[in-house]
Structures are given as C-alpha cells and as structure tokens.
C-alpha cells in the first residue's frame, strides 16, 4: 500500500470503521446495561429484606442505588438509542449516494446513447443513406449505359422495318401478347448439342465399320 493510501484512507472505508466501532460501543452500552439492571434488582431485593428486619432507613439506602441504577440504565439506553439512529442514517444515507451513482451512471449511458441514437442524427444517416443508394444506382446506369448509345449505332430504322413487317404478317394489327411461335431465337440454341450427338453416333459406326473389316 502506498504513502498516500495510508494517509488518505477511502472514504467507503472510514464509513464501514465508522459504523463497525459504533456498533462496537453499542454492545459494550448493552453489556453496561445488563450490569446496571441486575446491580438494580439486587438492590430492590435487598431493600424487601431490610424492611423485613426492620431496617427502614438501610431499605432507604437500598432503594436510592436501585433508582441510581435505574437512571444509569436509562441514561444508556437513550445513548444507545442516539448511536443506533445515527448508524442507520449513514447505512441509509450511503444507500441513497450509492442509489444517486448508479442512476447517474445510468443517465449519462442513456445520453450517450440518446446522443448517437437522436431522432435528428438517424434522420441524418437515413438520408444520407438514400443519398449514397441513388448515387451508387447512377453510378451502375452510367457503366451499363445504352449500347445504342455507347456504340454509336442508330437503329431507328430497322426498327420501323421490323414493325412494318410484323403489321403485314398479323394483317395490319400489332401484337398486344407474343405467341409461343414469336419467342426470341437464341444465339446459342440445342443444334449443336444435337449436331455433337451425331457425330459421336456416327464415329461409332466407322469404329464398327473397321472393326468388321479387320475381322473380314
């Protein structure tokens, strides 16, 4: 332990030595007492007896300790009474400091937490948080971009040719729905998936081929 921990001890500490030596002299008050009553009984007792001899003036003598004693006795109890209350104020007093701490650390949580969860500063964030999803959308049309555009290829008129074509072929009218038989033709179709399974049939066939030659 440090120079100054010895010379300025906590005060959490300097309570609980406080409360345990009052609490120390309360007992010592109670052991007094009982001391006290017991010395007032006998002195009672001894007071019937000097009566009984006929000894009124000793019964007087006796009966003077008994009320001595008495007032010793009540004398400690109002002391004992006094600490007691005093103690229960610190105990009680010390609850409600300890109480005011952990509210106040609960407080300044909550207003840190307020602070970083505000309604104007989520506002904030939600905004700016639209602003960078409409920022990064741009960002992906402009590199998309319009092949028409980006190529430099105008086909306004081959479009015009194509509607025209389709008008004639439906009499007229334009499609409001694509039939089955208008789906778009793909780059990549099932013809050379096809095409592939047929020249494998037919390398079999002149693997066959020679194999019946070789026999022959």
Same mark, same amino acid.
Do not use: W
């Given at each position: 332990m440090g120079l100054k921990k010895k010379l300025f001890p906590r005060k959490g500490k300097e309570k609980d030595d406080l409360i345990?030596?009052?609490?120390?002299?309360?007992?010592?008050?109670?052991?007094?007492?009982?001391?006290?009553?017991?010395?007032?009984?006998?002195?009672? +007792?001894n007071a019937k007896i000097a009566l009984k001899r006929g000894e009124k !003036?000793?019964?007087?003598?006796?009966?003077?300790?008994?009320?001595?004693?008495?007032?010793?006795?009540?004398?400690?109890?109002?002391?004992?009474? +006094?600490?007691?209350?005093?103690i229960q104020a610190i105990e009680e007093g010390m609850l409600i400091s300890q109480t005011g701490d952990v509210m106040g650390g609960i407080r300044d949580e909550l207003e840190y937490i307020a602070t970083k969860a505000s309604p104007t500063k989520v506002a904030e964030i939600a905004e700016?948080?639209?602003?960078?999803?409409?920022?990064?959308?741009?960002?992906?049309?402009?590199?998309?971009?319009?092949?028409?555009? !980006?190529?430099?290829?105008?086909?306004?008129?081959?479009?015009? +040719?194509?509607?025209?074509?389709?008008?004639? !072929?439906?009499?007229?009218?334009?499609?409001?729905?694509?039939? !089955?038989?208008?789906?778009?033709?793909?780059?990549?179709?099932?013809l050379e998936e096809e095409a592939g399974v047929k020249s494998k049939d037919q390398l079999k066939d002149e693997i066959d081929k020679l194999r019946k030659e070789l026999q022959g």
């Open positions: 345990a030596k009052s609490k120390g002299h309360i007992h010592k008050l109670n052991m007094m007492n009982k001391n006290y009553t017991k010395r007032a009984e006998i002195s009672r +007792k !003036d000793r019964a007087k003598n006796y009966l003077v300790q008994y009320k001595a004693y008495q007032a010793k006795v009540d004398r400690s109890n109002n002391i004992r009474l +006094k600490i007691e209350r005093q700016d948080s639209e602003a960078y999803v409409s920022e990064i959308e741009e960002a992906a049309e402009i590199l998309a971009g319009d092949p028409e555009i !980006d190529l430099a290829i105008d086909v306004t008129d081959e479009l015009n +040719k194509l509607e025209t074509e389709m008008l004639l !072929d439906q009499g007229g009218t334009m499609p409001e729905i694509p039939s !089955d038989d208008l789906q778009y033709i793909p780059e990549f179709d099932e």
